[in-house]
């Protein structure tokens, strides 16, 4: 009877441990401060990538999201197409940052680029707890977002910084979830 | 000629006139100040959501707008062209020439550039977002908290959608008339209370505001127009005062019964209030035991002072109020109302200032002013030994005698007259200490008058220094006849002159009279 009792509470312990597809739902993070944060970390990178010039010099293109935000535009635009804007921009810098860190290049450099990556990572949840849609990549034969061509490390982090400041940071201040029952 | 300078002035004044309409009413001081502070060739900001550049130029015959081309381009686009406007500084030469973009992009590098002639004349790279010059705070307010030292400022933020969240303040606060400020820092939130302030202070209050530099910088907006605020007086004022004013209610509406019982030991409860017979049978115990009883309750002569016309008085009023003043130095502590701790603490003296700013402003409403001390039972002595007119009829005073008294306690004034006598304030400082209960005794017409205009009364403790001394049958009979009021009155001033009621008994009457205490 013992051995009974035991058993069924292990298998309950599995099958809470096992459920699939299942998370548990974030708590919305509404506080500007976090990604203020990551903003302001994405401003370190971007003065050290300034100043890196020759050492930073890779002679390479990168992809990466257009940054440029019309007040009026943006504001014409639902939350999906934002949302959309903003996730396929994040997809697209992070793998542009991402391939650097193959590169050989120095700590204080690597680490701004490691920090770049992970805070991209945050900014993803941070989304997610805001029940912003996830980046879905275009099909085969459709037209993805608009993108540029940047050729150098120092361009690309400041289009990694531009992006935050501007529609990363216009989708979370005003992210529905964080704005109900304000009139 | 003159038709030249009145085509011109015409010019200047409509120019004047479209840079009025096209910028806001804050838009001219804005180019005022970067064209101090700026030492960029091309000098941007921006105010609601549109980038607006300028330059300067010295003013020539020939120098018009027209010559000019600005030029914008963004993300490696064509370059784009603004149209040129321009207007003249008043009170300098030069002219400043401005283009107001139509659809400003944000959260790019910008090109800017100036042509003339064909002709690059500056250049310039920028992200507009980095240029926010908004418009001071709106409706500043400051308003008295209930705190000691403390003002709450509050204002509205400038109306603006996006950028609301990413503000900081400034808020500089001084004392009106001071030159020196303190500055306070404010992120976002748009109230701010102001701490550690002088009590009773008029203070001026300025904000501005700026992006904070996150996701938006910028520069400082101008200064609000100063606010001014009023801090609370101090606690210990503003409660003494309190304090007073409902005292004197308590005691206009429950005034303190004298009783004489406490002094005469039995004389009442046992002798029916014969005093002949209650005499007769602790006459000889009571010497002895004057001593013991009394030894607590050390006699405390009360001097009482006309203030008709301090002017006309000799010195020795002055000797004996100043002896007054020294006397009312020394304090000690008393069972009463708890009071006592908050008349220990030194008055400020603003909150004096105050009092007697009152007094002269209003001095009819004495007798119903907070200048009442609790703990001063005072004595209204009217001038007129009869029929005065001013008297005020008053349950409480019926004990009054044809003498004003001021009472002075810790540097405050207590005066319970209408007629307000603001110099025999000044004069009459010093601290003391009543009880709440006094004991006196009105012998009508005991002590003759020293002088015209003056009139001095020795009221002493009953029991010792004229109770117990040798007195005729005929004296104890006219001190039956009149009414006595025995509340303990304990008047520290003259503690000192008493240091054993035993001494006190045996110096006897001439102890309690004269001027000489």
Not at chain 2, 387 to 403: A, I, K, S
Not at chain 2, 405 to 422: I, P, Y
Request: hydrophobic letters at 35%; a negative charge.
């Amino acid at each position: 009877m013992f051995h009974g009792s035991g058993l069924f509470a292990l298998l309950l312990m599995v099958l809470e441990w096992t459920r699939p597809g299942l998370s548990s739902p974030l708590r919305p993070i509404c506080d500007l401060r976090v990604l203020n944060h990551f903003i302001k970390e994405a401003w370190d990178a971007e003065a050290a990538m300034r100043a890196c010039q020759d050492a930073c010099n890779i002679a390479t293109n990168f992809t990466a999201p257009l940054t440029r935000v019309d007040f009026d535009d943006w504001e014409a635009m639902n939350i999906e197409e934002q949302a959309q804007e903003v996730q396929s921009g994040l997809h697209v810098l992070n793998e542009a940052i991402s391939s650097l860190q193959a590169s050989n290049q120095t700590d204080v450099l690597q680490s701004h680029i490691d920090a770049s990556i992970s805070n991209i990572a945050s900014i993803r949840q941070v989304l997610r707890s805001l029940s912003i849609p996830e980046y879905v990549p275009p099909t085969s034969g459709g037209e993805d977002k608009e993108m540029q061509k940047v050729s150098s490390i120092s361009e690309l982090f400041q289009v990694h910084i531009n992006f935050l400041r501007g529609k990363v940071h216009l989708l979370l201040a005003n992210a529905p979830v964080c704005h109900q029952g304000v009139s | 000629m003159t038709k030249m300078r009145s085509d011109r002035l015409k010019i200047v004044f409509m120019l004047c006139l479209a840079f009025i309409t096209i910028g806001g009413q804050h838009f001219e001081s804005k180019v005022a100040q970067l064209l101090r502070d700026e030492t960029e060739d091309i000098k941007c900001f921006v105010e609601v959501k549109d980038l607006t550049c300028f330059w300067e130029e010295e003013e020539e015959r020939n120098n018009l707008h027209d010559q000019y081309t600005f030029t914008y381009s963004y993300e490696n686009k064509n370059k784009m062209a603004c149209v040129v406007s321009s207007l003249s500084l008043l009170g300098s030469n030069k002219t400043v020439f401005f283009c107001k973009l139509p659809k400003t992009p944000f959260f790019t590098p910008l090109d800017v550039q100036v042509f003339r002639d064909g002709r690059v004349l500056y250049s310039r790279s920028l992200n507009a977002e980095n240029f926010w010059f908004l418009d001071p705070p709106r409706n500043l307010t400051v308003m008295t908290s209930g705190k000691e030292g403390q003002l709450n400022v509050s204002w509205l933020p400038p109306l603006l959608k996006y950028i609301d969240d990413s503000l900081i303040y400034e808020v500089r606060y001084a004392v009106e008339g001071s030159n020196m400020g303190k500055v306070e820092v404010i992120k976002v939130s748009t109230m701010l209370v102001l701490l550690g302030l002088q009590p009773y202070t008029r203070y001026k209050v300025w904000v501005r505001v700026k992006p904070d530099g996150v996701a938006y910088k910028g520069y400082w907006s101008a200064w609000t127009e100063p606010v001014l605020g009023v801090t609370q007086p101090s606690g210990t004022c503003f409660l003494m005062l309190l304090e007073t004013k409902n005292l004197f209610l308590l005691k206009k509406l429950w005034p303190d019964i004298p009783s004489p019982e406490h002094k005469f030991p039995g004389l009442f409860t046992i002798y029916k209030g014969d005093f002949k017979e209650w005499m007769s049978q602790n006459n000889g115990s009571m010497w002895g035991r004057s001593v013991h009883v009394y030894t607590e309750e050390l006699p405390s002569p009360l001097e009482v002072l006309s203030e008709v016309s301090l002017t006309s008085h000799g010195t020795s009023q002055r000797e004996e109020r100043q002896a007054v003043e020294e006397d009312k130095e020394k304090e000690s502590e008393r069972s009463d109302s708890g009071l006592t701790d908050r008349w220990q603490e030194p008055p400020e003296a603003y909150c004096l200032v105050e009092q007697l700013r009152a007094l002269q402003e209003n001095p009819e409403s004495l007798s119903q002013s907070l200048l009442l001390q609790s703990h001063d039972t005072y004595v209204t002595l009217n001038q007129n030994s009869q029929g005065d007119d001013e008297r005020q009829v008053d349950d409480v005073f019926e004990e009054t005698l044809p003498l004003q008294m001021l009472f002075t306690t810790a540097g405050r004034m207590s005066l319970n007259t209408s007629h307000s006598d603001l110099g025999s304030l000044q004069q009459s400082s010093g601290s003391g200490r009543l009880s709440s209960q006094s004991s006196f005794e009105y012998p009508n017409h005991t002590w003759p008058p020293k002088g015209p205009g003056y009139a001095y009364m020795a009221v002493a403790d009953s029991g010792v220094s004229m109770d117990y001394s040798p007195m005729s049958s005929s004296r104890i009979a006219a001190l039956g006849r009149h009414r006595m009021y025995t509340n303990d009155y304990k008047n520290e001033i003259f503690l000192h002159k008493w240091p054993l009621s035993g001494q006190h008994t045996q110096s006897g009457s001439e102890s309690c009279m004269g001027p000489g205490w």
